[in-house]
Structures are given as C-alpha cells and as structure tokens.
C-alpha cells in the first residue's frame, strides 16, 4: 500500500495564496478522481476540506480549492488568514485491494 | 446533527489488546460505511480498516490483517475497533470516520489516545 507524498511545510503570510501538493501513483490519484484534503488542528478532529479532486462541502470557504494533473492533486488556499494555520492531509481512494492511503501530511504556517 | 462520539484514552502492556468504540447520532447507522484511521506521534494518518455498517463485511489493511477487528452493534449505533498483541509502535490517536459517496471521510470522531507501555 504506497502513500503518497507531501511536501513536510508550507509557509505564505495572510491575504497569500499557497499550494499544497500530493503525488501518487497511476494506480491512485493518476487512476480516480476522488482524491480528498482534510484540515487538521492538533488534538481536534480532521475536517474534509475538498474531495472529488475539486468539489466544497457546504461550510468550506470558497478560498479553497483542488485540482489534479497526472498522479498529482493539489490544494490551493488563496487569501490565506490565521485560522488556516493546520495540518492537510491528502487522501486518495486505491481500488478495491488498496483501498485507502493518505499523504504525510504538510503543516501550513501562516507568517 | 451528526456526531461520532468515542471512547476514552487507553493504556495497555505490550502483547495486550484494546477495544475502542464509536458511536454514531444524528444519521441512519446502517447507511454509510465506517472507517478506522489512526496517527502515531509525527506520522501520518493510516488506514487501518473498514465496516459496510449494513451488511457487516469488513476489510482491512494488510498491515493490520490478523491483528484487527471491525465490528458494529446497530442496535446501539456503535462500532468497534480491536486491535490485539500490541506493541509500542501501535501507540497512536485511532478515528472513526465515516465514508460518504464517493469515498470521501466526512465526518470524523473525535479520536482516542491508545498508549503501549510496559
């Protein structure tokens, strides 16, 4: 079961667009659109922030976004405020026998 | 609104094992699949496994395989995770999340601190 790979940190300071990426494989985010981003605050629970590569659950600021090319998604935050200050975790569906991995995580610092 | 409420931190010996559960509100139980994730300290998330809350096949990651077991009680809109013959490397924050179409975690408890020590 292979993860996939995220940059450790990101950095932008408030009003900054950063993106963050997710690189897979042809059998994961190269394979299927349901590549998802989760927010995370240490010791609160993940949030789904994007899944489907590109769609916003009702509540997330439109200030997020995804997108993917090839065997890698990505996730944007444009106008970047204290609040996004988290961890993201990409997560992509596998097929049947792989069935979940997520990325290492990438921890956003908001300057 | 829809809650997925877990049990409390647990210490166990290595060799051990431990039952965390889940229980679900706020939604039809037997409608969406229930997943079980966990991080170790400076890891990344890790899928351990999987429920199909309605018809109770599970599956699990072949890390895990043989040492893990997925259950549920829709009677008590519960599920469970056990994980046996632990080691120190087990220790680690285990969530509930719950899939929903497609293959998407929308709903996350609030985790539960297992700690392996001798």
């Known amino acids: 079961q292979s993860a996939l790979t995220q940059p450790p940190s990101a950095s932008g300071s408030p009003g900054q667009s950063v993106t963050i990426s997710c690189t897979g494989t042809?059998?994961?985010?190269?394979?299927?659109?349901?590549v998802s981003w989760y927010q995370h605050h240490p010791g609160k629970a993940p949030r789904l922030m994007i899944y489907?590569?590109?769609m916003r659950p009702s509540g997330v600021p439109d200030r997020f976004s995804g997108s993917k090319s090839g065997n890698t998604a990505s996730l944007t935050v444009s106008g970047l405020q204290a609040e996004d200050e988290a961890d993201y975790h990409c997560?992509?569906?596998?097929?049947?026998?792989?069935?979940?991995?997520f990325g290492g995580g990438t921890k956003l610092t908001v300057l | 609104q829809v809650q997925l409420v877990q049990s409390g931190a647990e210490v166990k010996k290595p060799g051990a094992s431990v039952k965390v559960s889940c229980k679900a509100s706020?939604?039809?139980?037997?409608?969406?699949?229930l997943h079980w994730v966990r991080q170790a300290p400076g890891q990344r998330l890790e899928w351990v496994g999987w429920?199909?809350?309605?018809?109770?096949?599970?599956r699990y990651s072949e890390k895990f395989q043989g040492r893990v077991t997925i259950t549920r009680d829709t009677s008590a809109s519960t599920a469970y995770m056990e994980l046996s013959s632990l080691r120190s490397e087990d220790t680690a924050v285990y969530y509930c999340?719950?899939?929903?179409?497609?293959?998407?975690?929308?709903?996350w408890g609030q985790g539960t601190l297992v700690t392996v020590s001798s």
């Open positions: 999340t719950r899939e929903d179409w497609p293959y998407q975690f929308d709903q």
């Open positions: 706020g939604y039809t139980f037997t409608n969406y699949p």
């Open positions: 429920i199909n809350v309605g018809n109770d096949n599970t």
């Open positions: 042809s059998s994961d985010v190269g394979r299927y659109d349901y």
């Open positions: 489907e590569v590109t």
């Open positions: 997560s992509a569906y596998a097929g049947n026998n792989n069935f979940r991995v």
